[in-house]
């Protein structure tokens, strides 16, 4: 199986060649670089499947690399690393068309969730990949949108994250805290009660139509069922 290029740009040397070597443990082929200015070389070179942009970086911004990547391939899935305090920014980050974004610090197995979901909607058809189309709803990853016929919600940035993974593994089960890692990066007591909330609040969203079902698996986790 060929291994997935990820293009890793981190200027913390110490915490990039942490994640770096983790994730070559794990089988990905990792290109790190630290300085802004290299990396539009670094990614003409690599030709990597995904890129990893911290934001805060030597000599050129994470925003500034992606728009300047994506003109380059427009297809290739970014994902940015922000401080707590770059969260807004990173949000309308999105909009310059990254797939996501990870607040530091982060766990690797929560890096690893969050880079199977955006190449997973990476693949596919020709169609727009950020969009679902499922039941009698539509829901766009870029604006954080929810359409049916009778409504248009928008949802919260955690409330969309929850809503791809569950479609991410439609009509599959899926562990608890698998989703609690990719979304709040922590299994915690008070993430699992939030959790609870928001299922609830999707459960409400989605029950017009009736061959939707996000079902509980005691013990578990969930099952988002689509017929």
């Known amino acids: 199986m060929q291994k997935v290029k990820v293009l890793y740009v981190e200027d913390e ?9 983790t994730l070559k443990s794990r089988n990905y082929d990792i290109w790190l670089v630290s ?9 003409k070179n690599f030709q990597p499947d995904i ?6 970086l030597p000599n050129k911004d994470g925003f500034t690399l992606g728009k300047e990547i994506l003109e380059l391939d427009k297809e290739i899935p970014i994902i940015y690393l922000t401080a707590k305090t770059q969260a807004e920014s990173a949000i309308k980050g ?3 068309g990254a797939k996501d974004y990870i607040r530091k ?5 929560e890096l690893i969730l969050r880079m199977e979901n955006v190449l997973a909607l990476s693949k596919g058809n020709d169609q727009d990949k950020s969009i679902f189309e499922f039941g009698h709803f539509s829901f766009s990853m870029i604006n ?3 359409k049916s016929p009778t409504q248009h919600n928008t949802l919260s940035y955690k409330e969309a994250q929850l809503l791809n993974i569950l479609l991410q593994h439609k009509n599959k089960k899926i562990e608890r805290e698998k989703i609690l890692k ?17 299922i609830n609040k999707l459960r409400k969203l989605l029950k017009e139509d009736t061959s939707i079902n996000i079902k509980t698996l005691k013990g578990v986790g969930y099952c988002f069922i689509v017929d």
């Open 13 to 21: 040397l110490y915490l990039g060649q942490i994640v770096k070597e």
């Open 35 to 43: 300085d802004g200015a290299l990396v539009v070389d670094a990614f």
């Open 51 to 56: 890129c990893v942009l911290d934001v805060m």
């Open 94 to 96: 999105l909009g310059i």
């Open 105 to 109: 610090p982060f766990s690797i197995e």
């Open 144 to 146: 954080f949108e929810l």
């Open 182 to 198: 990719a979304v709040w990066g922590t299994d915690s007591f008070v993430n699992s009660r939030t959790l609870d909330v928001y």
